[in-house]
T-cell receptor, first 113, second 117 residues
Framework: ETGVTQSPTHLIKTRGQQVTLRCSSQSGHNTVSWYQQALGQGPQFIFQYYREEENGRGNFPPRFSGLQFPNYSSELNVNALELDDSALYLC????????????FGEGSRLTVL | AQTVTQSQPEMSVQEAETVTLSCTYDTSESNYYLFWYKQPPSRQMILVIRQEAYKQQNATENRFSVNFQKAAKSFSLKISDSQLGDTAMYFCAFSRGSGGSNYKLTFGKGTLLTVNP
């Protein structure tokens, strides 16, 4: 069974630009969540998608948005990038049925200049 | 709102020795889950161990065990026979449980554990 994969692994953007990060969830997992991990901090919950609908959101502004597709893959979009958006963005898919365990990808490292 | 506090930013231990990482949390929920995740330099979060709050018995996974003190809201991780591969950032995390957005994890700031040869 394939794990959670994220792309790109690294990217550099400038302030004001827009970015799209992608995530393929683990096979059979219909729930995907996104986390932002600033340097030296623990991950912070951005939002969760279940069956293509947003199903919970953390304390992030509307310029953070997402999508989930019928194959359960997901995108995180961030508009009007700010310097503080520089972070590791982690995607996690949920084994909702068996154990409730989250399986994480290796993340996308975003640098905003 | 739930909070998770890890008071030890860094710790080190000699190979084969035992180390304990501390975590406290605050919640008004009665049903919840606690987790320890490991994040090595590869960046991928890996679940080490989980504890359901309604279970009084402390969880164990091979060399990893927890000391769950529900009244004190304390959840420490003990690593026995430390190995070089245990070197990583360790995060304590909380979730309200199953169903809806209750799967959301609240993480502490982490403890960087270094295992020395």
């Amino acid at each position: 069974e394939t794990g959670v994969t994220q792309s790109p692994t690294h990217l550099i953007k400038t302030r004001g630009q827009q970015v799209t990060l992608r995530c393929s969830s683990q096979s059979g997992h219909n729930t995907v969540s996104w986390y932002q991990q600033a340097l030296g901090q623990g991950p912070q919950f951005i939002f969760q998608y279940y069956r293509e609908e947003e199903n919970g959101r953390g304390n992030f502004p509307p310029r953070f948005s997402g999508l989930q597709f019928p194959n359960y893959s997901s995108e995180l979009n961030v508009n009007a990038l700010e310097l503080d958006d520089s972070a590791l963005y982690l995607c996690a898919s949920l084994d909702r049925g068996r154990t409730g365990e989250l399986f994480f990808g290796e993340g996308s490292r975003l640098t905003v200049l | 709102a739930q909070t998770v506090t890890q008071s030890q930013p860094e710790m080190s231990v000699q190979e084969a020795e035992t180390v304990t990482l501390s975590c406290t949390y605050d919640t008004s929920e009665s049903n919840y889950y606690l987790f320890w995740y490991k994040q090595p330099p590869s960046r991928q979060m890996i679940l080490v161990i989980r504890q359901e709050a309604y279970k009084q018995q402390n969880a164990t996974e091979n060399r990893f065990s927890v000391n769950f003190q529900k009244a004190a809201k304390s959840f420490s991780l003990k690593i026995s026979d430390s190995q070089l591969g245990d070197t990583a950032m360790y995060f304590c995390a909380f979730s309200r449980g199953s169903g809806g957005s209750n799967y959301k994890l609240t993480f502490g700031k982490g403890t960087l554990l270094t295992v020395n040869p």
